[in-house]
Nanobody
């Protein structure tokens, strides 16, 4: 079992920044890829970014150049730095990883971007 706890969401004006954190209950040194997904109002859940153990990253086109995913394996934590936020970034953001053949998700953290 792996527990994931996201934090850092909140209300921010368009153009602003937020940093999300995801703390895992197991060592990140043994977990390859970790990702952030989001689900906006009335939308399906979509991939935002992923990062592998070797720090290679992958981003959705909609966030490239604005969001940065990173991980601190010693702290069992993954981060999502979000800059130049847009109204359409409003969503619940979820952290996820796969371990021992199962997918684990956090409870989500709400990000609301206002005009």
């Amino acid at each position: 079992q792996v527990q994931l706890v996201e934090s850092g969401g909140g209300l921010v004006q368009a153009g602003g920044s937020l940093r999300l954190s995801c703390a895992a209950s197991r060592s990140m040194f043994i977990i390859n890829r970790v990702g952030w997904y989001r689900q906006g109002p009335g939308k399906e859940r979509e991939l935002v970014a992923t990062i592998a153990l070797g720090s290679s990253t992958n981003y959705a086109d909609s966030v490239k150049g604005r969001f940065t995913i990173s991980r601190d394996n010693a702290k069992n934590t993954v981060y999502l730095q979000m800059n130049s936020l847009k109204l359409e970034d409003t969503a619940v953001y979820y952290c996820t990883l796969r371990w021992a053949g199962s997918d684990y998700w956090g409870q989500g953290t709400q990000v609301t971007v206002s005009s």
